[in-house]
């Protein structure tokens, strides 16, 4: 019998379709707790390259059934056209669930979170987009009160090794301003044909704006108790 690990699902016991949204919970982890669930789960494949700022958990008895991810813009000062401050704007990086659980499940969890974000940082804006190279147009934003504010430029992206990877991926420089290894590898793969850039459409663009108001020390409790982080 297969030893299952506490974050990586691959053959669920349990039809979580049954399992009332509310059962679930959802705290603050480490990338390194989600990235083979992401691996696994999001379209993407991977979580390579990305600015990450704060990464939450999806569970239900310990067993992680979905994860996000946020993190600064990654195109260098598009926060601007959101925002007064770099420190105010966040994008919703990866979000992404099992396959079988309750139609509700991601917009619970989104909503989670944003109230994590709303309590315990000085966000305003959230962006997020939707890829209708993966045929996704952003029902799950709109669920969630995201507002729609047009549409991204036409883009390249990186097929290699059956992985997408963003075009900055050739671009990735670590503290030092040096090239990062997989950023050699990428570019030797383009070079060699082993990789491939692939034309995308226009990507949806969604914002949410945090509002925020003066709440007592009891009031923050409540809170923190309803994220079942006590």
Request: hydrophobic share 35%; glycine share 4%; aromatic share 14%.
């Amino acid at each position: 019998m297969s030893q299952q690990t506490l974050f990586k699902l691959d053959e669920p016991e349990t039809n979580f379709s049954n399992v009332n949204v509310r059962d679930f919970i959802v705290k603050p982890v480490a990338v390194q707790q989600v990235k083979n669930f992401i691996e696994q789960w999001h379209y993407s494949k991977n979580v390579n390259g990305l600015n990450i700022s704060n990464v939450f958990g999806l569970f239900y008895k310990n067993q992680l059934l979905g994860a996000i991810i946020y993190g600064s813009l990654s195109m260098a000062n598009t926060w601007q056209k959101y925002g007064n401050n770099e420190n105010e704007v966040i994008e919703l990086k990866r979000l992404c669930c099992v396959d079988n659980t309750k139609k509700n499940t991601e917009s619970f969890f989104i909503g989670k979170t944003i109230k994590f974000l709303k309590k315990f940082t000085k966000y305003k804006i959230i962006v997020s987009y939707a890829d209708p190279f993966y045929k996704h147009s952003g029902t799950i934003y709109k669920a969630t009160n995201f507002k729609h504010k047009g549409y991204t430029a036409k883009s390249k992206v990186i097929l290699y090794n059956d992985k997408i990877y963003h075009d900055k991926a050739i671009r990735s420089v670590d503290n030092n301003k040096n090239y990062k290894p997989f950023t050699y590898e990428i570019k030797q793969a383009l070079k060699e044909g082993k990789a491939k850039y692939i034309d995308k459409p226009p990507k949806h663009i969604y914002c949410y704006e945090i509002q925020r108001k003066e709440e007592s020390k009891t009031d923050k409790a409540k809170i923190i108790k309803q994220l079942n982080l006590l």
